[in-house]
């Protein structure tokens, strides 16, 4: 079975600098709405890559639907998974295990060793589910779908790229055992 880790990472103060180096870069779009000011930075950095191949494919962010972007440039990301989210108002744990899951998928089957995930500030979820909830979900979803691919062996390590202040409530959501009704994660048992 291929194992997980998992880990927070702070970033640098500028999206570009903290996006580059990773085999596989994860980023959800709702449906409707652009990349956002960060990504739109690295993607100018790119030469404008993503948002070309977004307007090229008619990309709108909807639930599920996907492309992968393979750069041979140096200091970029290998591979850029664009991926989306959905409706904001809709963005629930379904929404969130289904993306993940796509991306645990995509990422093996290009033999990715590491999956990082942006979690920008200002994010357009964050009224639905809170950073914690989103961790916890995200772990659960990675683990099942490993477990559902089965035999094939390997690690893969889920990277959560994120600001100073989201870093502790990310690792509060990877350590909880439970999630309560209310979506709230319960650390302790």
């Keep these: ?10 970033g640098s103060k500028t999206a570009v600098l903290g996006l580059r180096e990773t085999p596989m870069l994860v980023l959800g779009t ?3 709405m652009g990349l956002g000011s960060q ?23 909807d639930l599920g639907k996907n492309f992968v972007l ?10 850029v998974l664009v991926l989306g989210l959905g409706s904001p108002a809709k963005f629930d744990r379904k929404a969130i295990t289904r993306a993940i899951q796509i991306a645990v998928s995509r990422a093996v089957k290009l033999g990715c060793s590491k999956l990082t995930i942006p979690i920008l500030p200002n994010r357009q979820t964050q009224g639905t589910l809170n950073l914690r909830g989103q961790a916890f979900i995200i772990r659960e ?3 099942k779908k490993l477990k559902e691919l089965g035999e094939k062996e390997g690690s893969l ?8 202040q989201a870093k502790s409530h990310l ?16 650390v302790e048992e």
Excluded: W, Y
């Design 1 to 10: 079975m291929i194992n997980s880790t998992f880990t927070v990472t702070t």
């Design 30 to 32: 709702m449906s409707g």
């Design 39 to 61: 990504i739109a930075d690295l993607d100018q950095h790119l030469g404008g890559v993503i948002s070309a191949e977004i307007s090229k494919k008619g990309f709108q962010g």
């Design 70 to 79: 393979e750069l041979n440039q140096p200091g970029a990301p290998e591979n």
């Design 141 to 143: 979803a990675v683990e």
């Design 157 to 164: 390590e889920i990277e959560f790229l994120c600001t100073p």
């Design 171 to 186: 690792t509060k959501g990877l350590a909880c055992k439970r999630m309560s009704p209310d979506g709230e994660c319960c």
